[in-house]
C-alpha cells in the first residue's frame, strides 16, 4: 500500500483523479508536490474584470447533419442534404421555420434543428454562433492524406472515450490527463482568484471532468443542485472509485507509523479534511441564500439544473468566492443515436429521440441565458459545446454512426461576434471531397483552434498559448489575426 502511494504522488496522479476535486480543495497540489506556478512565472497582475467559460458536452457524439442544414443561396441546398441524408432527412416544412442567414456567409441560409427555437432567437439577436465542422486533429489533413496514409490522425477515431477524452484535453498524441481548461487555469490562477480563495477557479457540476485538470489547478466538483458530496456511494456512481482509494491510501499512511512521510500525510489529510467541510458548508450557504435569479429552471431537465447551479457560482464568484475568472464543466449524454434518430414523420415537429435531447439543451441553454440577463453578466460568461464527435451523414437505416467533424453551438454578449458561421461548412456529398466514408467528414477546425479563442478571450497571452494547446501552431498563427477564427472580441 505505501507503495502503491508513492507512485501515485511521484506521478501526479493523486491530483490527475481528482481527490482534491472531489474535497473541493484548490491548493492540495502545492502541498503534495513541488511545481512550478505558470501565472507567477509571467509576474500577471490581477485581473480588473469578470469572466466565466461553460463548457457543455453532449456525451455519446451529436449529430452534426440535423443540427445545421444547408437550405438555400449556396453551392450545397436542401436538395444536397436530403438525397445524403436519406431516411433521417428532417422534411423542408419543418427546417424553414427555422431559418437562419449568418453575416458572413454569403447569402447562404441554413436551417438549425427545429428543438434549437431559443438559440436560434439568439443568434439572429447577434447573441449566438454556430462553428461548422470542428474536430480532433493532429494536423491539417486532407482527403488524399488520409487515404494513402500519409497524414497524422488522433488515436482510435470514432471511438466515444478516447474522442471524448482527446476533445478535453486537446492533446491527440498525449495521455498526461490534463485538460485544456485545467491548463488555461494553470496559466491564469494567480490572477483570477483572491489569494484567500480556498475553491477552485475551475467548477464541474457533472462529475469529475478531465477538461478541468491542471498541473498546480484541480477542478471543485459539485452535484447537479450545487450539493458536494465524498460518501462511498456517490465515488461508486460518478466512476470515482479510483480517486477514493487514493484519498483512502493518503489517509492510511498518515496513520501509519513506519511511513517516512507520515507527519507530512497528517499535516495534509487534517488540511483537507478541514477545508472540505468549511468548503462545503460555504457553498450550501451560498445556494440556499436569496439570488437575484427568478428565472424557473425547466422542469425534469438535468442539465438546466446544472447551469442554473452555474449562474449561482457564477453570482457570488467575485464576492464570496474571489474569483475574477471561472472555468465550468456541464453535460447531458444520450447523443449515441444509432438507432431511431429522428422518431415518425408524423412525430411532433419531427423530433424523436436527438430532437428530444436538443430540446433539453435548448431550454437549458435558453434558461441559462436568462438568468445571466438578471445577473448582468451576458457580456461576461461564454458558453460553447463540445462532443465526442460528429456523425454519419450516410444512415444507417434509422440512425447515424459514430463520425468525426461536427457542428457546435457559442452563446454570448457583446464579447461575441453573433449572427455568424465560423470555420468552413463542409461539402456534404457522400464520398465527396471530406468524407473518408459514410459522410464522416475531416474537421475543417481542430478543436485546438476553437478552443484558441475561448483561451484568449480568457487573458492567456499569445505568447503562452502553446503550453495551453501545445499543437496550435500547426492550425494557426498565433500572432496573425487572420488566420484565427475571430469568434471573440
Not at 423542408?92 to 442567414?101: E, Q
Not at 483537507?272 to 440556499?288: D, F, K, L, P, Y
Not at 441553454?365 to 457580456?379: C, I, S
Amino acid at each position: 500500500m505505501n507503495d502503491n502511494l508513492d507512485q501515485l504522488i511521484s506521478r501526479r496522479s493523486l491530483l490527475r483523479r481528482g481527490s482534491c476535486a472531489a474535497l473541493g480543495l484548490a491548493g492540495l497540489g502545492s502541498q503534495l508536490l513541488t511545481t512550478r506556478s505558470l501565472a507567477a512565472a509571467l509576474d500577471q497582475e490581477s485581473f480588473d474584470d469578470y469572466r466565466a467559460l461553460v463548457c457543455v458536452f453532449l456525451f455519446g457524439g451529436n449529430d452534426n447533419g440535423n443540427t445545421l442544414i444547408p437550405l438555400s443561396g449556396g453551392d450545397q441546398s436542401y436538395r444536397d442534404y436530403a438525397k445524403a441524408r436519406g431516411n433521417l432527412a428532417i422534411p423542408s416544412r419543418y427546417l424553414k421555420p427555422m431559418a437562419i442567414k449568418p453575416d458572413n456567409a454569403g447569402g447562404q441560409t441554413f436551417a438549425l434543428h427545429p428543438a434549437l427555437k431559443g438559440f436560434q432567437q439568439r443568434f439572429k439577436e447577434g447573441n449566438a454562433a454556430v462553428v461548422a465542422n470542428v474536430g480532433t486533429l493532429l494536423q491539417p489533413t486532407t482527403l488524399r492524406d488520409y487515404r494513402r496514409g500519409a497524414a497524422h490522425v488522433p488515436q482510435e477515431l470514432f471511438a466515444h472515450e478516447r474522442q471524448a477524452e482527446q476533445w478535453q484535453l486537446s492533446r491527440p498524441d498525449a495521455r498526461d490527463g490534463l485538460g485544456w481548461g485545467g491548463r488555461l487555469a494553470d496559466m491564469l490562477q494567480a490572477a483570477a482568484t483572491n489569494q484567500k480563495s480556498s475553491v477552485s477557479m475551475n467548477i464541474s457540476v457533472a462529475g469529475v471532468s478531465q477538461f478541468l485538470s491542471g498541473q498546480t489547478v484541480n477542478p471543485y466538483v459539485l452535484g447537479p443542485d450545487g450539493t458536494a458530496s465524498f460518501s462511498e456511494d456517490e465515488m461508486s456512481r460518478r466512476g470515482k472509485a479510483q480517486l477514493r482509494r487514493a484519498y483512502m491510501d493518503m489517509l492510511a499512511a498518515s496513520e501509519d507509523p513506519g511511513h517516512a512521510n507520515r507527519h507530512a500525510m497528517q499535516d495534509v489529510v487534517r488540511d483537507v479534511t478541514e477545508r472540505a467541510i468549511v468548503n462545503g458548508e460555504m457553498i450550501e450557504g451560498m445556494m440556499n441564500s436569496r439570488s437575484r435569479i427568478k428565472a424557473k429552471v425547466p422542469e425534469e431537465n438535468p442539465l438546466a439544473t446544472q447551469l442554473h447551479t452555474v449562474a449561482r457560482l457564477i453570482e457570488n464568484a467575485e464576492s464570496k468566492l474571489g474569483h475574477r475568472r471561472q472555468v465550468f464543466f456541464v453535460s447531458i449524454g444520450g447523443f449515441d443515436h444509432h438507432d431511431g434518430l429522428v422518431g415518425d414523420e408524423d412525430y411532433t415537429e419531427y423530433m424523436g429521440p436527438h430532437g428530444e435531447l436538443l430540446t433539453q439543451v435548448d431550454q437549458a441553454l435558453t434558461h441559462f441565458w436568462e438568468a445571466l440577463g438578471q445577473l448582468g453578466k451576458r457580456d461576461e460568461v461564454t458558453t460553447f459545446t463540445a462532443s465526442d464527435f460528429g456523425r454519419t451523414f450516410a444512415s444507417n437505416g434509422s440512425g447515424s454512426d459514430h463520425g468525426w467533424g461536427g457542428h457546435h453551438l457559442v452563446m454570448g454578449g457583446k464579447q461575441l461576434q453573433g449572427n455568424r458561421l465560423y470555420g468552413t461548412f463542409p461539402n456534404i456529398r457522400i464520398n465527396g471531397p471530406d468524407d473518408v466514408g459514410d459522410g464522416r467528414f475531416i474537421p475543417t477546425t481542430s478543436v485546438d483552434a476553437y478552443g484558441f479563442e475561448f483561451a484568449r478571450w480568457m487573458g492567456v497571452p499569445l505568447s503562452e498559448m502553446s503550453t495551453v494547446f501545445p499543437n496550435v501552431g500547426r492550425f494557426l498563427d498565433v500572432g496573425n489575426p487572420s488566420s484565427h477564427l475571430g469568434l471573440l472580441a
